[in-house]
């Protein structure tokens, strides 16, 4: 099966400036979600899809940040104005919804974005 | 709310067996996941732990005292590819939440 899809690898902007980024998920994945992680941390739940309706955005910036998945399969996330502190990878991954037992919730990531703020 | 906590950094060496802790306290439990992750790549799936006692899986074993709130990690006959880091996550209904990780560094 194909992985989870990102894009842009990498991006580098200036503070002030926008950015969005692109995820697809595994095909049938009814759970998406996006990560933020900083260097030698973990990662941070941003906010978390279950089809087109947001189950938890609770940790999502929302004066900056906001993303949408509007017809249930791919998402973006978009940054604006960026800030410093936004430099991180930004990790989508993506789950089934039906799967039980040890594979249940078991999130497969895709490669991530890297964001630079300048 | 969670708190999750695991060592910033380990050593060990090639061929040894190391054992790295995460402790947990929450209002909400379903399970425990470990994930590894290579620097600079997104993180993979290890384990993932209901019950309390331990799970193996070849070189890899992970254990889980729910009573304790308290979970393990243990890597045996180091390789030096194993140089990664290991995040302990919590699974809450359909949340998962991670820890900061571990660094392991493997030692020739």
């Known amino acids: 099966e194909a992985g989870v899809a990102q894009s842009p690898r990498y991006k580098i902007i200036e503070k002030r400036q926008s950015v969005a980024f692109w995820c697809n998920p595994i095909?049938?994945?009814?759970?998406l979600y996006w990560y933020q992680q900083i260097l030698g941390q973990g990662p941070k739940l941003l906010i978390q899809f279950q089809n087109n309706g947001v189950v938890d955005d609770s940790q999502l910036p929302k004066d900056r940040f906001s993303a949408e998945r509007l017809k249930g399969v791919d998402s973006t996330l978009k940054i604006q104005p960026a800030k410093l502190e936004d430099s991180a990878v930004y990790l989508c991954?993506?789950?089934?919804?039906?799967?039980?037992?040890?594979?249940?919730?078991?999130?497969?990531f895709g490669a991530g974005s890297r964001l630079t703020v300048l | 709310g969670q708190n999750i906590d695991q060592p910033t950094e380990m050593t060990a060496t090639e061929g040894a067996i190391v054992q790295i802790n995460c402790t947990y306290q929450t209002s909400g439990f379903n399970g425990l996941f470990w994930y590894q992750q290579h620097a600079g790549e997104a993180p993979t799936f290890l384990s993932y732990n209901v019950l309390d006692g331990l799970e193996e899986k070849g070189r890899f074993s992970s254990f889980l005292s729910r009573s304790k709130g308290y979970s393990y990690l243990l890597l045996k006959e180091l390789q030096m590819k194993d140089s990664a880091s290991y995040l302990c996550?919590?699974?809450?209904?359909?949340?998962?939440?991670f820890g900061k990780g571990t660094r392991l560094h493997i030692l020739p």
């Open positions: 996550a919590l699974r809450r209904d359909d949340k998962i939440i």
């Open positions: 991954a993506s789950s089934s919804y039906h799967l039980q037992g040890e594979r249940a919730n078991v999130l497969t």
């Open positions: 095909s049938g994945h009814a759970t």
